[in-house]
């Protein structure tokens, strides 16, 4: 066993000997030039999730290497989606940028989907180096329902003058008092105030005796905003929509003197933002007819 034992060390020793004397002090064991991204601030150097259309910033630092001192001779941004690479970026590099290469580039995703991202740096003996992240981009905005041809009423018809935007529902005096906390906006016809949308909580809407509503213990602040989007363009919103801020400080309790077409964000106390469409103001009675738009 210890001949064995030596024979194999003895061998041990040999090979090593023979390696060792291949080698040589200058080798590079790396020739290739660098590239990282940069961190920090409004950098993206990592996985990230965005929504469609929306950009990120990505920087990149990259240099020549200091033992082969080849000169960087091209830059390049490769995004890749459903196994289809596309040059963003192919830049060739100018004289004052062969040994240190610093760019910064807001990059704009506008189709849903996952990209992958790559920025390559190459050098005159076309050894490369190349770093990489994610990007899932999801589709802008949120689901939305659509419910039409709501119909309000008077305090005294069977339809109803009180709206619950959650459940879709139409409620007379007396079910509007009995479901409260869903009730987001009511309907009337005022000498002063024309045809009008208010919340419970506006001043004018519990000024009129026969709605009941300074009994309520329950009055939900729905806020509305008169906007400039056409009844064409209310119709086009699909099943995704992308609501522009609801600026607070602009939100009334009631939105009033309503015509036929007219369109009215609003957004709940619960925190949905919605559009209310005019359909029909009927000439005769207190009555009206509403399209609603509002996030699910």
Request: hydrophobic share 40%; aromatic share 10%; with cysteine.
């Amino acid at each position: 066993m210890k001949k064995i034992s030596f024979y194999l060390i003895a061998l041990l020793i040999g090979v090593s000997t023979v390696f060792t004397s291949c080698s040589k002090d200058d080798d590079i064991l790396d020739p290739n030039p660098t590239i990282d991204f940069k961190g920090g601030g409004e950098y993206v150097a990592n996985d990230v999730t965005i929504k469609a259309g929306e950009s990120i910033k990505v920087g990149v630092n990259a240099a020549y290497n200091s033992q082969t001192k080849k000169k960087l001779t091209k830059f390049n941004i490769i995004l890749t989606a459903n196994n289809t690479p596309t040059t963003l970026i192919d830049e060739t590099l100018t004289s004052n940028q062969e040994s240190v290469y610093s760019q910064d580039f807001i990059i704009t995703f506008p189709n849903v989907g996952i990209v992958k991202l790559v920025a390559r740096i190459t050098d005159s003996d076309g050894k490369t180096d190349e770093v990489s992240f994610t990007v899932t981009v999801e589709q802008a905005g949120v689901e939305v329902k659509k419910k039409t041809n709501v119909e309000f009423g008077s305090f005294n018809d069977p339809i109803g003058s009180f709206y619950a935007s959650s459940t879709e529902e139409v409620f007379t005096v007396s079910q509007a008092a009995a479901n409260q906390a869903k009730v987001d906006l009511v309907f009337f016809k005022g000498v002063t105030n024309g045809n009008t949308i208010a919340a419970p909580d506006d001043t004018d809407a519990n000024g009129i005796s026969d709605f009941n509503l300074n009994t309520w213990t329950t009055k939900n602040q729905t806020r509305f905003i008169k906007t400039t989007m056409t009844a064409a363009e209310f119709d086009a919103i699909g099943t995704v929509y992308n609501f522009p801020e609801f600026v607070a400080a602009n939100g009334l309790t009631k939105a009033n003197q309503l015509a036929n077409g007219n369109v009215i964000y609003f957004k709940t106390q619960a925190g949905k933002r919605g559009y209310a469409k005019v359909v029909d103001l009927y000439t005769k009675g207190d009555k009206a007819k509403f399209d609603f738009i509002i996030e699910k």
